[in-house]
């Protein structure tokens, strides 16, 4: 898989249960906060697309839990894109910097609601032309 983007984060004490391991659910907010700097990074304010009302919200996941990562362990989220009709979809992968080892796979199929109609967006296309056309040709 070819990632297009890639961010750095470290898991934090809070985000770990009893057990010492990242709670699952935060797996959730990693992925998704590395699909919004990707879209900052494209030029792209998730807040004011919703402010011009076009909302991306998240279709269908499915997730794979591999290696559990731990208190103060360093990761990175790395992201690919694809689009299957109206659904960009992601493809997120999150791995222990310290031996690069996968601990999370993910698959987060989104869509556009446009005024609160599922529709295409146009901002969105032009946004992620670039990594798109580059899929295509493959």
Known sequence: ???????????????CDIEG?????NYLHYIEHTRHLFLRDCGLSFAEMHRRGVDAVVARMNLQFK????????FFSRLALSKEGL????HQDIFRASDNRLCF????????LVDGRLANSPEYD?????????????
């Open 1 to 15: 898989m070819e990632y297009i983007f890639e961010t750095r984060m470290a898991v934090r004490d809070y985000e």
């Open 21 to 25: 391991i990242v709670n699952n659910a």
């Open 67 to 74: 290696i559990p990562l731990r208190c103060d362990d360093e």
């Open 87 to 90: 659904r960009y979809v992601f």
């Open 105 to 112: 796979r993910s698959k987060a199929e989104l869509v556009c």
């Open 126 to 138: 032009a946004a992620f032309e670039r990594f798109l056309k580059r899929e295509a040709a493959r």
